[in-house]
């Protein structure tokens, strides 16, 4: 249920900033997509470095981090519009345009998974998050591996 | 009511983050608290442009926009750790480690005022939003002015 309502947040917020008006320049959107997966990482890799051990587990960070990575995972596809494929350093693929509809759905599977991985990070249980936090990693991978470049 | 729950989950997040160690170079913390700036410049930026009557105004817009500004308000100061006053390309001032305790009660001064613009926001009244964003925006160029090099 906290899914689905943050998967309508997430479509109430997409609505709500709709258009490429939203930036006045192509270097705008990218820095603001840049901006959005940079926060993103860092939380994100706060969660990995304790499901991975390579940081003691604290039960209240790695649901702090959680938050902010379901949170702002909502925010950075809105600066994929259309003519920011160039225009700053971005390693944005021409697919993402090319064949926006997977490239979205890929998107909002990774919005599903970070959602789950906020759930299970609010139980405090290790085992749920690392096995959350690994469904989550492969969405970012997926997109990454298709429209991002090395 | 709602401004002292924002600001106590602003609190425990802070306590959740503690430490330096949470950036492995200060290019990352530069990095880090930048991206959280620009996410909040973009967002109250467009509150902005309502508030000033150059964008036409649209209630649900504006309070999607306010909750991303107060919810994004509560990162980047983490980003402000002893000796990432040097290493990227930052305009952060010396002034904010030398009289830090005034940098961070700026940060505190912002954080609840932008709570109160996303608490005006939800309103649906113009006037309010645009009394709020007046004043959110006087805490961001107190801080500017003083912490940041033009």
Known sequence: MKIRLLSLAAIGLACALPAAAQFAKPEDAIKYRQSGMSLMATHFG?????????????????????????????????????GSDKGGNTKA?????????????????MQEEVAKLNTAAKTGNLDQIKAAFGEAAKTCKACHDDYREK
């Open 46 to 82: 706060r969660i990995g470095a304790m499901a991975t051990g390579k940081a003691p587990f604290d039960a209240k960070a790695a649901a702090d981090n959680a938050e902010v990575v379901a949170f702002v995972s909502r925010l950075p596809f809105a600066g994929f519009v259309e």
């Open 93 to 109: 693929k021409p697919a993402i345009w090319t064949e926006n509809d997977k490239f979205k759905a890929g998107a909002s599977k």
